[in-house]
């Protein structure tokens, strides 16, 4: 019974203890569904922010849209097929269409046939009609078709009918015709040229200006072929392998008044969402989904408690890792949202921390689903290749592997950053409590590693990287949150002042930018801006993380998303679209803000 009194004294007065280490604004202990040992609880470091839930709902109603198909609104017309053809399919597709509002039919053979009323194939007898839409004193003649894999003139066994020029009307015995296999066609042709004019005939009239255009998606959209719309309003196109994308465009104003896109649902988020006068709209940018983006994304699905976006974004962040080979475990720094293949991209060690860290806070809620403890070994062996175990930097992570396109190799990143290493220990610290206890040691040494290696003592404030003195925004807001994880108060103060030479003032509203020192424009940059203010809300300066969340709100988007930047920063290619990074931040920092980087290690 002692045994039990004591026990429960000595959690009280750690509980107190590593509240007043992390700057807390409550102490209180996360609950955690996978264990729950005294040394495997980790305590808020930072209190929700925003009340008004609006703005957040519509913000993470726009992070759900992104991992959707992007939707073309359309005219309320509507395309459909006759199957569900797979992305592996290939051959022809066919389907119809319900069109809205009135359109235009013509006839473009400028013929009709007015008698038999039906011309089936084996037909072998006279056929009359008469001109339609043309002046028949122009000296047109009609001839006759056979079509099987193209059309067959049979002019040889059929003169030619010539148009008459007063009555327009015309005819043609087809009986001396052999018994030849094909569909009849006929076309007008010019009688003093033999050109033709207009199409064949087929029966069908057309819509105007209306097109049906078959398109594949595999990194990017890939146009197939194009059919015209007749006047029963089926349509029949090629495939090729790639989710099937049916569009109905108006030609006459390039509109799109109808899609059919009904892809697998593969979990990755479209990281930008363009209109469609960016120049990406029609790239393979529009479906690229980076993983940073992705695992973020999952720490947002996690925080809401929304087990059906966790699983689904889970499902994408595996989706990027390396299965196998030489580089098995790590994750690639972007894919495509519905590309089955996995292209070859650099990884970097901040991505791959971030995504330990998300499969971390899945597990600790929802458990081992999908091996998830499996890609997290793999992850975390993958990043131990990227220690430097001697010499300068030592314990210090590099900055991951570059992927040269022209040698198609790898080449490792020999430089270091404050921002990865800051990232890793998070992971370390978090894996290490609750699911291997080496990695405390792990973390530990790398925590001496990071304040002897990258905390400028001179400037007060951490460099970019290793032997780089740069001044970037991201190494000190999240600096400052590590400084206080590890009890470093007084340096946590001062990088956290850093960050007041970041600040900008554009269009009324205030943030930061991205880097000092730098000839690139200094526009507010959201993911960096939400950013300082959760390291503001670490610090307990709760009234100014408001601040700066409630400054931000004046360029939230209708949608609920925020931009990357206010404005185009094309030297540091940071753009103005409306970004699922900027989003998650924001969702983080003002509704989840115990979801990432409440680590603060228990100081004696």
Sequence with gaps: MEKKKDSVILRIILT????????????????????????????????????????????????????????????????????????????????????????????????????????????????????????????????????????????????????????????????????????WRFKLHKVVDGLSVGDSWTGAYYYEHLKVRSYSLTTSEHFIEECDLNSELKWSLKSQPGEKIIRVIDTSTGTILAEYFNPTKTGLIRSYQYEDFEPEYNTSQKYLSFTYDQATTLLVAVGEDDRQMADLALKGLLSAQIKSGEHQGAFLSHVFQFYKGQEKTSIYTGINAFASYSLMRYYEKYGNQNDLLGALKANLEFIEGRKIVSGNGRNLY???????????????????????????????????????SSYLTKANDLEKSIMTNLWNIKENRFNQGLNDDAQALDTNSWGSIFLNGVGEYEKAKLALAETDNFVVTEQGTTGYFAYLNTNSPRTIWYEGT???????????????????????????????????????DSTNEMSHSKSVASTNWYLLVSKYPNIIWSECRVIN
Excluded at 88 to 100: N, P, Q
Excluded at 401 to 416: M, N
Excluded at 553 to 558: E, V
Aim: include cysteine.
């Design 16 to 183: 107190v203890v590593v509240g007043i280490a992390c700057n807390l604004n409550q102490v209180t202990a996360e609950s955690h569904d996978v264990h729950s040992d005294l040394y495997g609880e980790f305590f808020n470091t930072s209190s929700k922010l925003v009340t008004d839930t609006d703005q957040q709902e519509r913000a993470l109603s726009w992070v759900k849209s992104m991992m959707q198909p992007p939707k073309m609104v359309g005219d309320g017309s509507s395309v459909t097929v006759d199957s569900a053809y797979s992305y592996d399919y290939v051959g022809e597709m066919t389907g119809s269409v319900i069109l809205s509002g009135e359109h235009k039919q013509i006839n473009r053979s400028h013929l009709t046939v007015v008698s038999p009323d039906l011309i089936v194939d084996s037909y072998r007898g006279i056929v009359s009609g008469k001109l339609e839409g043309l002046s028949p004193a122009e000296n047109y003649e009609v001839r006759a078709y056979l079509y099987t894999d193209s059309e067959y003139d049979q002019s040889y066994f059929v003169k030619p009918a010539v148009v008459n020029p007063n009555t327009g009307s015309w005819s043609l015995d087809l009986s001396t015709v052999p018994n030849f296999a094909g569909s």
């Design 398 to 436: 590099k900055g991951g592997l570059s992927y040269d396109d022209s040698s198609q190799t790898y080449k490792e990143i020999d430089w270091s950053s404050t921002e990865h290493n800051t990232d890793l220990w998070h992971v370390f610290e978090r894996v290490g409590r609750s699911v291997d």
């Design 530 to 568: 939400f950013g300082v203010a959760l390291a503001q809300n670490v610090a307990g300066n709760k009234r100014k993380s408001l601040d700066i969340i409630n400054n931000a709100y004046q360029k939230q988007a209708a949608d609920g998303a925020w931009r990357y930047t206010l404005n185009e």
